[in-house]
């Protein structure tokens, strides 16, 4: 079965939180399909996943990193059961969006779209400034991993990641398939877990 996915607009605590649901949902019968397959004594009778194709349709200005961390968690809980997951972008895929965007497996970007990296935002509203600094250390290790997310999944070179870390970097689709973010089931090797 393939479950489809809507991050259309801001990723917010209360957009994320369906996202979280499906997945969560399709974790648990998943699951249930492999204790259920296990006990059985001959593979010809093994049942297919619930759920073996994830498709997020992506058209978001980004949003909240915390909540998306939360679903980059739950993707690759369900890549190692086997779940393959690919990405539609018709409009825009900024931010949060376009990090999402690296988790798939496979990714469609429309002729007609924009994709966007930055680094990631900070505001601060602290009274101790120390707070602020520790603050501050610790996105800066959750964007040094966000940026590996991107150059193990592109062929986007480390110097133009460090040249836009002050400045955002827009892509159209022809960027897109020169760095190898359109990465289409024919261009990729994919063996799909039993």
């Known amino acids: 079965m393939v479950q489809y996915i809507d991050l259309t607009g801001e990723l917010t605590l209360e957009s994320a939180q369906p996202i979280i649901d499906t997945l969560m949902d399709i974790r648990v019968k998943n699951e249930a399909v492999i204790l259920n397959n ?37 993707i690759d809980i369900l890549k190692d059961e086997g779940v393959y997951f690919s990405a539609e972008v018709s409009s825009i895929a900024y931010s949060a969006g376009f990090y999402l965007l690296m988790k798939m497996d496979e990714r469609y970007i429309s002729e007609w779209a924009s994709i966007m990296y930055h680094s990631m935002l900070t505001a601060h509203d602290y009274i101790n400034i120390y707070d602020a600094f520790d603050d501050v250390d610790k996105k800066i290790k959750l964007q040094k991993k966000l940026d590996q997310l991107v150059l193990d999944n592109t062929s986007i070179p480390k110097e133009l990641l460090e040249k836009h870390q002050k400045q955002d970097l827009y892509m159209d689709y022809d960027d897109c398939v020169n760095f190898g973010i359109v990465k289409e089931y024919d261009d990729i090797e994919y063996d799909k877990v039993e």
């Open 38 to 74: 296990m006990a059985l004594k001959y593979k010809e009778s093994h049942e297919p996943l619930y759920c073996d194709q994830v498709v997020f349709r992506i058209n978001s200005p980004g949003g909240d990193l915390y909540k998306l961390f939360e679903i980059f968690d739950l």
